[in-house]
Nanobody
Framework: QVQLVESGGGLVQPGGSLRLSCAAS????????MGWYRQTPRKPRELVAT???????NYADSVKGRFTISRDNAKNTMYLQMNNLKPEDTAVYYC?????????WGQGTQVTVSS
């Protein structure tokens, strides 16, 4: 059974930082394109960042220079370091693992940026 478990969300002031984690079981993250997505009640789910099998990274324009996606294969875990957070980053953040027809999602973790 595949499980992706996100953690690290919370309430942070504008300009602050958070690090999200996605711990995987039932898959080997190094064999998947891993990604972070986010969703708000007013917007559909959108791509935040992805990291491919070759560790090539891709970011949404809105987070470039502020967010960093990474993967620790030994821990079978993916991360999203978020710096200089803005109120518009407030959303539920979801972890995704994709390979061919396989597509797995975590349950999401809430990030709220507010003073």
């Amino acid at each position: 059974q595949v499980q992706l478990v996100e953690s690290g969300g919370g309430l942070v002031q504008p300009g602050g930082s958070l690090r999200l984690s996605c711990a995987a079981s039932g898959i080997i993250v190094s064999r998947y394109t891993m990604g972070w997505y986010r969703q708000t009640p007013r917007k559909p789910r959108e791509l935040v960042a992805t990291i491919t099998l070759g560790d090539r990274t891709n970011y949404a324009d809105s987070v470039k220079g502020r967010f960093t996606i990474s993967r620790d294969n030994a821990k079978n875990t993916m991360y999203l370091q978020m710096n200089n957070l803005k109120p518009e980053d407030t959303a539920v953040y979801y972890c995704n693992a994709h390979m061919a027809w396989r597509d797995y999602w975590g349950q999401g973790t809430q990030v709220t940026v507010s003073s």
